[in-house]
């Protein structure tokens, strides 16, 4: 099929009744993308004419997921079935267009190797109309395809209306089809709301055709994965099950251990480099990206994280849109988000927050504290405890550190305050003005010791505590 002659069509309009939800069902999730999206991703390889989305519920919510990937939306207002969207997608596709390859918004794990096998196989028999058939376990729910005795398609039947003799049938409608549209056209014509809903299905213009005595074919898919739709929230779950067991494949098929892969969820966009290794209940979200030799340890979640190789996070550590250079270290128990940059050998140890600062070649900051609008030079150590209070109730405000500097434990450094290279702050400070280079900057109450003080409290305790002689108690006169 060349690419002049032929479009794509996507039903998208359903609202999506069973999924009891305020949300359109192709805008819901699965693997990490929208239904809508992975439906589209999927038949762009195929480089069609172009790509219909017929759209209703939350359409502008819908067009605005397809529309950047070069989608046109029809929209289809009031929805009256499978039939009529295709009759409304008609207004978008140019007359002289052989072909449409039809899928519905609802079955996202189909491939574009699978889609181009049904183009040609449409193709080559010369058919009316291919449809994309799958024998599966359980085909409750699903269009049954009915056979006649040589093998072509007499009907599709909905699942409501099976006779028991059908229903022992396990192969499916998919609900992906290739129509030549010359013969498609005017058997939607005649279609005529034969179902409680009083819809047009697409699936009665096969009755139609083959009453005209045109030829329909069915091709069964190798992977019957592939066709699942998601009319439940037990549909959407058993389909995000097979995206992300599909990703943890291609990211160990790129050389990366995967410890209990099954536990570890990786959104497609990841990539993470040769020999890095990912434990159990890992999250790697967005567009992550992991160089190699990197360690991820349980727990931890990284969303748009950006490491390069060798780096170290160690468990439960969460890492939003931040940076960590080679060699770099974190966790267990940190936080790291907003524009957080490590870069060489920088360590950030448990219960460290670290937003949109940079932490220079090698800076240590091991335990509890909380850097953020900072700027820390190569080389220094972050005591214990050291806050830097960037926020004045209204502004933030910038801390900047110089190199090879000593920040001592339990520190505040009330923004905006410069430490300059070289120089020390004394454990406990509140630094509220600049510490020049070299320099010891100390900022607490003076110590005072008073000599015996402690023994001398101890003795008037103890005297205050002596027992009161108590007087013996009257006989009382009343009997028990
Ligand atoms: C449909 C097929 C069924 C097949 C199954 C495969 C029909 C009548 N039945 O059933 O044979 O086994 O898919 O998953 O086609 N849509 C519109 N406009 C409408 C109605 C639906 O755009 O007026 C869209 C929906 O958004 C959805 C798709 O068409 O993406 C399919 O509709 P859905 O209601 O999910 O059909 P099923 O009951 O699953
Ligand atoms: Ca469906």
């Known amino acids: 099929m060349a690419t002049s002659d032929f479009v794509v069509v996507i039903l998208a309009a359903g609202k999506g009744t069973r999924l009891k939800s305020s949300l359109a069902k192709v805008l819901h999730r699965a693997g990490g993308r929208s239904l809508a999206e992975s439906v589209v991703r999927a038949c762009l390889p195929l480089k069609p004419r172009g790509i219909v989305a017929v759209v209703g519920h939350q359409a502008d919510d819908v067009t605005a997921v397809v529309a950047p990937l070069t989608v046109k939306s029809v929209l289809q207002q009031p929805q009256r079935g499978t039939g009529h969207a295709m009759l409304v997608a008609r207004r978008a596709i140019p007359s002289?267009?052989?072909?449409?390859?039809?899928?519905?918004?609802?079955?996202?794990?189909?491939?574009?190797?699978?889609?181009?096998?049904?183009?040609?196989?449409?193709?080559?028999?010369?058919?009316?109309?291919?449809?994309?058939?799958?024998?599966?376990?359980?085909?409750?729910?699903?269009?049954?395809?009915?056979?006649?005795?040589?093998?072509?398609?007499a009907a599709i039947v909905e699942d409501s209306a099976l006779t028991d003799e059908q229903r022992a049938t396990r192969e499916i409608n998919s609900s992906i089809y290739c129509f030549s549209l010359d013969k498609l056209w005017p058997s939607l014509g005649s279609l005529?709301?034969?179902?409680?809903?009083?819809?047009?299905?697409?699936?009665?213009?096969?009755?139609?055709?083959?009453?005209?005595?045109?030829?329909?074919?069915?091709?069964?898919?190798a992977d019957p994965d592939e066709v699942l739709g998601c009319n439940t929230r037990a549909d959407l779950a058993a389909v995000d099950a097979v995206f992300r067991r599909r990703k943890r494949a291609a990211i160990m098929d790129a050389g990366v251990t995967i410890e209990l892969p099954e536990t570890v969820l990786i959104d497609p966009e990841v990539t993470v480099g040769a020999d890095s290794r990912i434990e159990p209940c890992v999250q790697l979200l967005g567009k992550t990206r992991i160089g190699e030799g990197c360690t991820i340890r349980t727990g931890s979640v990284l969303a748009d994280a950006v490491l390069e190789d060798n780096v170290l996070v160690?468990?439960?550590?969460?890492?939003?849109?931040?940076?960590?250079?080679?060699?770099?270290?974190?966790?267990?128990?940190?936080?790291?988000?907003?524009?957080?940059?490590?870069?060489?050998?920088?360590?950030?140890?448990?219960?460290?927050?670290?937003?949109?600062?940079?932490?220079?070649?090698?800076?240590?900051?091991?335990h509890l504290t909380y850097l953020g609008d900072a700027r820390i030079g190569a080389g220094t150590n972050i005591g214990a405890g050291t806050i830097t209070c960037n926020y004045d109730g209204v502004h933030k405000n910038p801390t900047t550190i110089g190199k090879r500097v000593f920040i001592g434990s339990d520190t505040a450094l009330i923004a905006p305050v410069r430490v300059g290279d070289g120089a020390y702050v004394g454990a406990g400070s509140v630094i509220t003005k600049n510490v020049p280079p070299d320099a010891?900057?100390?900022?607490?109450?003076?110590?005072?010791?008073?000599?015996?003080?402690?023994?001398?409290?101890?003795?008037?305790m103890a005297a205050a505590a002596k027992p009161v002689k108590s007087r013996p108690r009257k006989k009382s006169k009343r009997k028990r």
């Open 96 to 153: 002289r267009v052989k072909f449409a390859l039809v899928l519905p918004g609802d079955a996202p794990l189909i491939r574009a190797e699978t889609l181009a096998a049904l183009a040609r196989a449409h193709r080559e028999t010369g058919a009316a109309a291919t449809i994309l058939s799958a024998e599966i376990e359980n085909p409750t729910g699903y269009g049954r395809i009915v056979r006649n005795d040589d093998g072509s398609v």
């Open 192 to 221: 005529k709301p034969q179902n409680v809903h009083k819809e047009l299905y697409l699936t009665d213009a096969i009755a139609v055709l083959r009453e005209k005595g045109e030829n329909v074919q069915a091709v069964l898919a």
């Open 314 to 366: 160690k468990p439960y550590t969460i890492v939003s849109a931040s940076h960590l250079s080679r060699g770099a270290q974190v966790g267990p128990f940190a936080h790291l988000r907003d524009g957080a940059r490590l870069e060489v050998n920088a360590r950030v140890g448990n219960f460290v927050e670290v937003k949109k600062s940079v932490l220079g070649e090698g800076v240590k900051s091991m």
């Open 440 to 460: 010891l900057g100390l900022a607490r109450g003076q110590q005072v010791n008073k000599l015996g003080w402690a023994s001398a409290r101890r003795r008037e």
